[in-house]
Nanobody, 123 residues
């Protein structure tokens, strides 16, 4: 019911910048919180940053001051501006969205995930 399409990953040198985008589409009433997570080789998926519909943000300590999450509610799109990238930021970055689904008999919220976009930071 909800599709998330990420873009913006790629290869960058340490100290460089990248901007990730994630657009939600499909059949839903609205999008609540959105966020970015990442998974490095051999490691568990971890939270990078989240943002509520009202714009409240939360960041992992490892990216505070370097990454900025933002969203465009009209476009159902979330962004992640990544500056001062480090080799340890290398990972597959996944978009997450909590969508509100309204049916004729009930409504519910559910988490959806994108397929991921690879970010590689060379030293």
């Amino acid at each position: 019911q909800v599709q998330l399409v990420e873009s913006g990953g790629g290869l960058v040198q340490a100290g460089g910048s990248l901007r990730l985008s994630c657009a939600a589409s499909g059949t839903f009433f609205g999008i609540n919180a959105m966020g970015w997570y990442r998974q490095a080789p051999g490691k568990q998926r971890e939270l990078v940053a989240t943002i509520t519909r009202g714009g409240n943000t939360n960041y992992a300590d490892s990216v505070k001051g370097r990454f900025t999450i933002s969203r465009d509610n009209a476009k159902n799109t979330v962004y992640l501006q990544m500056n001062s990238l480090k080799p340890e930021d290398t990972a597959v970055y996944y978009c997450n969205a909590n969508a509100l689904i309204v049916l004729t008999t009930r409504s519910y919220s559910m988490d959806y995930w994108g397929e991921g976009t690879l970010v590689t930071v060379s030293s």
